[in-house]
């Protein structure tokens, strides 16, 4: 089932994007799964077009979702590649955090900010300024 | 908001529905009263109208029906009651499509008061709501009837030809309609909050598309035009296809039913 909750400070098209990304990820939905179209979702969910249509085009970057022309969009094979990838990414951040010297409660504290704001994140003053070599800017 | 329209009868329906359904557990929600409360309305008013429908197609045949020798021929048939009968047709189709633009009305009417709005990832196809049984029965009832009538259209007799093609016209009305209301029972929006209201949709859209299939219309043509006109051999085969039809349903329901009570889930068809 797919939530969007309009009382919600997070915007909608996350809100959908981070659902179907989690039943991907969870595998709820299954590789190969055909996924609705990005109008019919949008009348189902009472959202504009380019709200799922946005949500969509994320899920399609990061690989977890694939479209396939007038056939539309399905749950891509490479869902797993996005794991490898996430894993690969959080191997090279552990570096960066033991080459800097940030504790790993702090570190998790980074990831966690970054989950949240669904950017990357701003690292804490004190750890821009204070331990990375050029001021924080490559954080 | 739904909770001011709602009627405290409309609430009760709804309760009595889910108890029907084996929803117990749910409760009957403003949501869930008005959209069955329209449904109920727009059902009773195709009703009404298929009635009409039969009337009239009766109405066309009688007056325009060629009499006596001279009949025969298509100089003698009132090609104008064809005409006459395929608007009628015509207005069937559109006034079925204006009952379903009016269900959707409600639904979106409703749906945008919910703060909450809730949706399948994977979207119930055909073969969920309608089942592939009762596919099969309705492509199956509707091939049936055609073959029959254009078995009809073989007889010499120009009376019986001409009710044939009146039986055919009156068919293919009723074959567009059940496509119409089908596409819009599959394709209308999902209107839910929750898991809950989510699962009644469904069940309301099974409801619905076993409602379209059930050939009630296409059972009832014949009596309204060929039937005293074809032969023992044509009113024979139509009543042993009525019969076959309704036994094929009765097993199809009974066959759902029991599937439906396996699983632990309401109304599921296959």
Redesign the interface.
């Known amino acids: ?7 919600s400070p997070v915007p909608p098209f996350e809100q959908l994007r981070a ?2 990304a989690r ?1 991907i990820q969870d595998n ?2 299954a590789v190969g ?4 179209t990005i109008r ?2 949008a ?5 504009a077009v380019n709200t799922v249509g946005r949500a969509y085009r994320q899920l399609e970057e990061a690989g977890l979702i694939e479209t396939r022309g007038p056939a539309g969009s399905f749950v891509s094979a490479s869902g797993e590649q996005g794991r490898e990838r996430a894993r690969r990414a959080a191997a090279e951040y552990a570096e960066v955090i033991a080459g800097v010297g940030i504790d790993t409660d702090e570190a998790i504290r980074i990831v966690q900010a970054a989950l949240t704001n669904g950017t990357a994140a701003t690292p804490p003053s004190r750890l821009a300024t204070s331990h990375l070599p050029d001021g924080g800017r490559d954080a | 908001m739904t909770d001011q329209s709602v009627s405290p009868a409309e609430l009760k329906g709804a309760g009595e529905w889910l108890a029907v359904h084996g929803l117990t557990d749910v409760q009957p929600t403003p949501l869930l009263a008005t959209r069955l409360a329209v449904r109920q309305r727009a059902r009773l008013a195709a009703a009404v109208l298929l009635a009409a429908f039969i009337i009239a197609v009766a109405l066309v045949y009688t007056f325009a029906r060629p009499h006596g020798p001279a009949a025969d021929g298509s100089g003698s048939y009132r090609h104008w009651s064809l005409l006459v009968l395929t608007a009628v047709v015509a207005g069937l189709v559109l006034a079925q499509s204006l009952l379903d633009r009016r269900v959707r009305q409600v639904d979106r009417r409703v ?2 008061t ?10 119930p196809g055909w073969r969920t709501v309608l089942g592939r049984a009762r596919a099969a029965f309705a492509v199956a009832t509707f091939a049936g009837a055609m073959l029959l009538a254009i078995g009809a259209l073989t007889v010499l007799d120009s009376t019986a030809r001409y009710a044939a093609l009146v039986l055919l016209i009156g068919l293919c009305g009723a074959a567009v309609v059940t496509v119409v209301q089908l596409r819009h029972v599959l ?1 209308h ?2 209107v839910a ?3 809950a209201s ?1 699962t009644t949709d469904v069940v309301m859209r099974v409801e619905d598309a076993r409602e379209v299939t059930t050939p009630s219309l296409v059972w009832c043509l014949p009596v309204a035009s060929v039937l005293d006109t074809v032969p023992g051999w044509w009113v024979f085969a139509w009543c042993l296809f009525v019969a076959l039809s309704a036994v094929s349903l009765a097993l199809i329901t009974v066959w759902t039913g029991l599937a439906a009570r396996r699983r632990g889930t309401p109304l599921a068809p296959r």
């Open positions: 089932m797919i939530v969007i909750d309009s009382a659902q179907l039943q709820t939905l799964t055909k996924l609705p019919r979702l009348a189902d969910l009472n959202l | 749906g945008a919910l703060p909450r709005r809730a949706a399948h990832p994977v979207r394709t929006p999902v909050e929750d898991e989510l």
